[in-house]
Every structure is written in structure tokens, then in C-alpha cells.
């Protein structure tokens, strides 16, 4: 059998081929979207920071003299903090890390790799977490035996927008 081939059939063919491309591209993205639309995704800044350790309680207003962000996407998470005076007193900080998160229900739990005070490095910290409207709470037990830490760590952030 022969087939002949004409301009009309070659246009035929080729969009035929780009509507299945095209279909196939928005799923991608559609799939891509679900991935990321976990209510925890986006840029976070730290308002205020409650340690109790030991008995004490200290309270860290982060919008005052630092600022603290967290940033997370659908598979990692990442935080900087550095003072605002940009390093020119005796308050001078500056703070990194990030690694790898899971996100069950409410339990978040976060593997860092990544820390500027390495004796954090490789530990695991869970939280749970509330969001209401563009506020997250976080409330977890930050043991490091190598740092002598062992304390209650609650965090407020608020979402960042653009």
C-alpha cells in the first residue's frame, strides 16, 4: 500500500503532534503546581522566637535589631539571619542554614545539612505547625548533645508577599 503525501496532510500531522506536545507540557506544569502548592511553601520572616530551656523562658523579638527568614519549597528549606545594623557593632550576626523537610499532617520535620554552627549539621528537629491566614507557628523539642542543647523552641513567622 502507498502513501501519498500532501501539503495538507504534513499540516494535519504536525499539529496533531504539537497538540499532543502542548497536552502533554500542561500537565507537566498542572503536576508541577500540585507539588508545590503545600500550605508551608513560600518565604517566611520570623517575628518572634520563644526558648524555654532548663526552666527559662527567653523571648527573641526578630523585629527589633535581627531579621530571620525562612524560605521553603516543596523539598528543602532554608534560613539567614544577620543583624541590621549590617555587621558594624558588637551585635554582629549572621546565620545560615538549610537542608531537606517532610510534612505530614502537622509534623514537620526538618534534616539539616547545611548550618553555619556546624555541630547542628546532620540533626533531625521536629515541629509541629499551625498555619492561620499568613501566619505559621512551629513548636518542636532542638536537642544537639555535641552543643549541650536541649529546649522547647516555638517560632512565629509571617508570609512574606511581593
Same mark, same amino acid.
Given at each position: 500500500?502507498?502513501?501519498?503525501?500532501?501539503?495538507?496532510?504534513?499540516?494535519?500531522?504536525?499539529?496533531?503532534?504539537?497538540?499532543?506536545?502542548?497536552?502533554?507540557?500542561?500537565?507537566?506544569?498542572?503536576?508541577?503546581? %500540585? +507539588? *508545590?502548592?503545600?500550605?508551608?511553601? &513560600? !518565604?517566611?520572616? =520570623?517575628?518572634?522566637?520563644?526558648?524555654? #530551656?532548663?526552666?527559662?523562658?527567653?523571648?527573641?523579638?526578630?523585629?527589633?535589631?535581627?531579621?530571620?527568614?525562612?524560605?521553603?519549597?516543596?523539598?528543602?528549606?532554608?534560613?539567614?539571619?544577620?543583624?541590621?545594623?549590617?555587621?558594624?557593632?558588637? %551585635? +554582629? *550576626?549572621?546565620?545560615?542554614?538549610? &537542608? !531537606?523537610?517532610? =510534612?505530614?499532617?502537622?509534623?514537620?520535620? #526538618?534534616?539539616?545539612?547545611?548550618?553555619?554552627?556546624?555541630?547542628?549539621?546532620?540533626?533531625?528537629?521536629?515541629?509541629?505547625?499551625?498555619?492561620?491566614?499568613?501566619?505559621?507557628?512551629?513548636?518542636?523539642?532542638?536537642?544537639?548533645?555535641?552543643?549541650?542543647?536541649?529546649?522547647?523552641?516555638?517560632?512565629?513567622?509571617?508570609?512574606?508577599?511581593?
Amino acid at each position: 500500500m502507498k502513501f501519498k503525501t500532501t501539503p495538507q496532510k504534513v499540516r494535519v500531522a504536525f499539529a496533531l503532534i504539537n497538540a499532543v506536545f502542548f497536552s502533554c507540557e500542561a500537565e507537566n506544569r498542572n503536576t508541577k503546581t %500540585a +507539588a *508545590v502548592s503545600k500550605p508551608v511553601v &513560600g !518565604t517566611w520572616q =520570623l517575628l518572634s522566637g520563644t526558648l524555654i #530551656e532548663q526552666g527559662d523562658t527567653t523571648v527573641t523579638d526578630y523585629t527589633k535589631n535581627v531579621s530571620f527568614i525562612k524560605i521553603i519549597n516543596d523539598t528543602h528549606f532554608a534560613f539567614l539571619q544577620h543583624d541590621l545594623k549590617k555587621g558594624q557593632d558588637s %551585635a +554582629a *550576626v549572621f546565620v545560615a542554614g538549610g &537542608g !531537606t523537610y517532610s =510534612l505530614t499532617d502537622s509534623l514537620y520535620t #526538618e534534616r539539616l545539612t547545611y548550618c553555619s554552627a556546624r555541630e547542628w549539621e546532620n540533626n533531625d528537629f521536629t515541629f509541629s505547625i499551625t498555619i492561620k491566614s499568613d501566619t505559621l507557628i512551629q513548636r518542636g523539642i532542638e536537642k544537639v548533645e555535641s552543643a549541650g542543647v536541649n529546649r522547647v523552641n516555638i517560632e512565629k513567622y509571617v508570609r512574606v508577599r511581593i
